[in-house]
């Protein structure tokens, strides 16, 4: 397999190398490779190959080559990835897009990323549901700690506790409201994984870890994410599949999560989502989304196992079509009751 590594900003560390020039080379693209770049507000650039030099040796081009690649600006990039033009590197370089750019011959493809869960119950406690979603920064993974991870899931909860009592744009209410108050959020977790070897066409493979136990936030029992009607629930297995999409296609480039089932109300003649319905989903999911994205240094970001690659989320579908979810009915009784018996057989 070819290596795929994003480069990384020079730290002050790798001046004195920088300096003498023994095992750096100034060519780019590094030869036999691929540098493909992804526009803002993704804004990296993703090297694909293997250059020849023995490991450790580094190819080096500079911010402002990287900005231009990507369409982006070197101001872009730095509030982008948190980092401040000044110190031993502002003295070396005189400008911010002079700031050194390296790629690393033989470092290992290294891909790392946050799963946020959303968990609760349906039908009073009787059944549980899950749905995920994978948060990173491509180009420079996030390195979240076990305290920070418990921080994390406390206000990732809090910002879909807001978003599911509001009313999304262009809605005419919120999607708690198309729930029965029998389903309740109760925990969101936190965890960090990280992949350095990449599955293979039939997903078998890579070396996918958790970096430590899940960090579990619990909403208090009186301020739950709850549905807001009495109206009688869909069966347990019917569930909306949200849809998200990014910049790439095939199944790298797409994710979903599949929503607690709604209310009665939500499903429309012929068996399909009411449009209204179809709008809260996706317009509370993307909002949240959003709020991610503003709220933390993190992005909505679907996860490609097989390419050691994240691919920002862009935008959010919703089909007519209700799914289903077989599993989140295995607690439900059904109580079967014979209503009729053969005579004469």
């Known amino acids: ?41 993704e804004t990296w650039v993703l090297v694909t190959g293997t250059p020849p030099g023995p490991d450790g040796y580094w190819y080096v ?23 401040v033009f000044e110190g031993p590197i502002a003295t070396l370089v005189q400008a911010a897009g002079q700031w050194p750019v390296i790629y690393e011959v033989g470092k ?17 406690g ?27 899931a406390t206000q990732i909860a809090g910002l879909w506790a807001a978003n599911w009592i509001a ?15 029998t389903v309740a959020y109760t925990e969101v977790g936190v965890n960090l994984y990280t992949q350095t070897e990449g599955t293979d066409s039939s997903g078998d493979g ?47 480039g797409r994710g979903r999560w599949y929503l607690p089932p709604p209310v009665t109300d939500a499903m429309g003649p012929g068996g ?24 933390t240094a993190l992005e909505p970001v679907v996860v490609s196992r097989r390419r050691i690659i994240l691919n920002t989320i862009k935008t959010i579908n919703v089909g007519t079509v209700p799914d289903s979810q077989r599993r989140r009915r295995n607690a439900q009784d059904e109580a079967r009751v014979t209503q009729y018996t053969m005579t004469g057989v």
């Open 272 to 295: 399909v989502w009411l449009t209204e319905y179809s709008k809260r989903a996706g317009k509370c999911t993307g909002e949240f989304f959003q709020d991610i994205v503003d709220n």
């Open 108 to 124: 290992s493809n290294a891909m790392r990323w946050i799963r946020c869960t959303l968990r609760g119950t349906i039908g009073g």
């Open 61 to 83: 081009t500079d911010l402002a080559t990287v900005a231009t690649s990507t369409n982006s600006t070197v101001e872009q990039l730095l509030v982008k990835f948190g980092r």
């Open 206 to 252: 890579g070396n996918m870890s958790q970096d430590y136990d899940t960090a579990w936030y619990m909403y208090p029992v009186g301020s739950r994410p709850v549905g807001t009607t009495s109206l009688p629930s869909l069966p347990w297995e019917v569930a909306c599949a949200v849809t998200f999409q990014t910049d790439h296609r095939g199944q790298s």
């Open 1 to 41: 397999m070819s290596n795929t590594q994003y480069p990384r900003l020079a730290d002050p560390s790798d001046i004195p190398r920088l300096l003498s020039s023994v095992g750096v080379s100034h060519t780019w693209p590094p030869p036999g490779t691929t540098v493909n770049a992804y526009g803002y507000p």
């Open 126 to 152: 009787v059944e549980q549901f899950q749905h995920k979603v994978d948060l990173g920064n491509p180009g420079s993974d996030p390195s979240t700690t076990e305290e920070e991870a418990l921080l994390l």
């Open 167 to 181: 009313t999304p744009t262009g809605c005419t209410g919120s999607l708690a409201a198309q729930y029965p108050n």
